[in-house]
């Protein structure tokens, strides 16, 4: 009996949480037309974090990374920048909050060579707390933004190109 009411509950919260426009993020809403997913991407490191992340995440919404000469569209992305400032100081004039800065450009054209949409900027920002006192602590969770930052950029970049397809069709 006890079961079957916590059973109810929780399929009752699960429809309030559908009902109301809950979604996971990066599911849904990037899906590219069929003529967009035989891509080729160029960036000026293809080891790079950013490029296996741009890779992985593309190919997960559908995209087949394929040979320059049978693609029907080139991404170019250039090199990622990361930029960090203080935006306040404690009272021993250490920095007490910094701002993180991510950002990136790219350009699509078609397998002509021909420019499809121009380049484009995609910049994240993320401020953090600072503790001079746990230097290693911090640089970890510089490295953590960082990734997350990285993922937001190749979210916005894929909503971009998606947004671009499905109003060219």
Not at 54 to 59: L, N, Q, V
Not at 69 to 98: D, T
Not at 113 to 125: A, D, Q
Not at 147 to 155: F, H, P, T, W
Request: aromatic share 6%.
């Amino acid at each position: 009996m006890q079961l079957a009411r916590h059973i109810i509950i929780a399929l009752g919260l699960l429809s309030l949480l559908s009902a109301c426009g809950f979604q996971l993020r990066g599911s849904g809403g990037t899906a590219l037309p069929e003529s967009w997913h035989d891509m080729y991407l160029v960036t000026g490191n293809p080891n790079s974090e950013l490029s296996r992340e741009i890779e992985s995440s593309f190919a997960a919404h559908g995209v087949n990374w394929v040979a320059q000469e049978n693609a029907n569209y080139i991404v170019k992305v250039g090199p990622e920048k990361f930029a960090q400032r203080n935006l306040s100081l404690n009272a021993q004039a250490r920095a007490a909050e910094f701002e993180l800065a991510l950002s990136t450009d790219f350009i699509v054209v078609d397998s002509q060579g021909k420019e499809i949409m121009e380049k484009s900027e995609v910049s994240v920002l993320r401020q953090m707390e600072n503790d001079p006192s746990n230097v290693v602590g911090k640089a970890e969770e510089t490295r953590i933004l960082r990734s997350e930052m990285r993922s937001d950029l190749v979210r916005k970049i894929m909503r971009r190109i998606a947004f671009f397809a499905a109003s060219t069709q």
